[in-house]
């Protein structure tokens, strides 16, 4: 293409050439169609991803680099496109046809400080049913409310820094989340499952990451240290508490407690046994017959 798009969807793929045709098919479904796709080969060394990503429609842009892990790939995806605005979508994930139309409606009807749009996700694979996603910066700090998948403008991912390359570990879209907060940008959700979120065996908060939470978020504290300052953060509690929020002051004094007190890898291991807890009593709850009159939640096909 010749003409500058709309929107560009970055797709970082790391040994997921399976995925790749059904990710490619939800795009092709899109109600808007003014927007580029650009896939970040992230030092893939499966056969089978290599030929895929050599044999796609070569309307498609493809990036090779060496393994760097997603917010490498993600970086690499955003300085490529030729957007303003800019999509980011994992290799496994689908989204609704209506998503970039949605999205792109939202953000360009709201105000400058508004730098990103995000929507609820449908599950599928492991797990079935709806996750609510939503922006608050007080529980942003505590817990990764906002999903990572996003359409954002591409001067507020400037302007925040990008995502930070060392977090190759896990939860950089979390660091990233509370970068574009202290660049002074907000997010608004659709309250619709617009993104197919594919949920494996390891994943969806049961992953290497939910098992190294403590690390992580004290990695994520001190590079943020005055975003959790008291000041703050009474600041951010005052603002938010007409919106959602789901952080009581109790639970976030008593988390922050725990995170001081505990070694890392027994708080990582307590997040990791709540989160388990929770996982197997949403999915008993998804699998349970049901009553007259009750409706069962909305499933889709995603991670």
């Not at 010749?2 to 995925?19: E, K, L, M, Q």
């Not at 939800?26 to 030092?43: C, H, K, M, P, W």
């Not at 792109?104 to 599928?124: A, D, I, K, R, W």
């Not at 922006?135 to 990008?162: C, H």
Request: with cysteine; net charge positive; proline share 5%.
């Amino acid at each position: 293409m010749s003409a500058v798009p709309t929107i560009s969807v970055v797709v970082p793929c790391y040994n997921g050439g399976r995925f790749l045709d059904q990710l490619i098919a939800s795009l092709a479904a899109q109600t808007f169609r003014d927007f580029e796709t650009v896939i970040i080969n992230d030092g893939s060394t499966d056969a089978a991803t290599l030929v895929k990503l050599a044999t796609l429609d070569p309307v498609i842009q493809v990036i090779h680099q060496g393994k760097g892990g997603p917010a490498a790939a993600r970086n690499r995806g955003f300085s490529q496109a030729r957007a303003d605005l800019v999509m980011v979508l994992d290799c496994d994930d689908m989204l609704e046809p209506t998503y970039l139309a949605e999205t792109l409606s939202v953000l360009q009807s709201g105000p400058p400080e508004v730098g990103f749009v995000f929507t609820h996700e449908s599950l599928m694979g492991a797990r079935q049913g709806i996750n609510t996603k939503y922006f608050n910066p007080f529980d942003q700090l505590f817990e990764n409310r906002v999903g990572y998948s996003m359409l954002i403008r591409k001067t507020a991912w400037g302007e925040a820094g990008g995502y930070d390359e060392t977090m190759i570990d896990g939860c950089e879209d979390w660091e990233f989340s509370l970068r574009l907060i202290r660049a002074g940008f907000i997010g608004i959700e659709i309250p619709k499952p617009l993104l197919r979120y594919n949920v494996s065996e390891q994943g969806f908060q049961l992953s290497r990451a939910s098992r190294q939470h403590g690390k992580l978020w004290r990695q994520i504290r001190k590079k943020h240290r005055d975003l959790y300052r008291l000041p703050n953060l009474i600041r951010l509690f005052w603002e938010a508490r007409t919106s959602r929020c789901e952080i009581s002051t109790f639970r976030a004094v008593v988390t922050l407690l725990l995170s001081i007190v505990l070694p890392d890898a027994w708080y990582s291991a307590f997040v990791h046994r709540v989160r388990s807890i929770r996982l197997a009593r949403a999915m008993k709850a998804a699998a349970a017959p049901m009553s007259a009159g009750q409706l069962r939640p909305k499933t889709g096909s995603s991670r």
